[in-house]
C-alpha cells in the first residue's frame, strides 16, 4: 500500500465514523470553518494520560488537514449543542507529510 492509498483511508475514516462540526479559531480574526466530518472520542479509564492532565469528560478529536488547515491551543470545536476547548494538538504524520491533527479538548 503507498502513502496516497494510507492517507485516503485515513480520510475514509474519518468520513465513515465521524460527526460534523465547526472550528473557530481562537485568535483573531476568529475564524469559523464548517468541518463535515472529523473524529470524535469520549476518553476512558483506558486512557489514563488524559485522564489524570484533563480529566474523565476530555475528549479526542481528530482531523484531517485538507478540512482545517491549521488548529492551534485554544481553538473551539461546535459538535451538537456543545463547545470543546483544545487543550493540547498535535500534527498527525503520513511519513514526513502533516496529514491531520489529533485534539486534546474539554468542554467549554
Known sequence: MD??????????????LGVPAVHEAAAPPNTRTTVDKLGFKTVSKDDQV???SLGVDAKVITVDKSDVAVIKKFDSFE???????AHSVHPIHLGAEVIGFKVFAKGA
Open 79 to 85: 459538535i451538537g449543542s456543545e463547545t470543546y476547548v
Open 50 to 52: 488524559i485522564v489524570n
Open 3 to 16: 502513502l496516497s492509498q494510507l492517507k485516503a483511508s485515513f480520510k475514509t475514516i474519518i468520513t465513515e
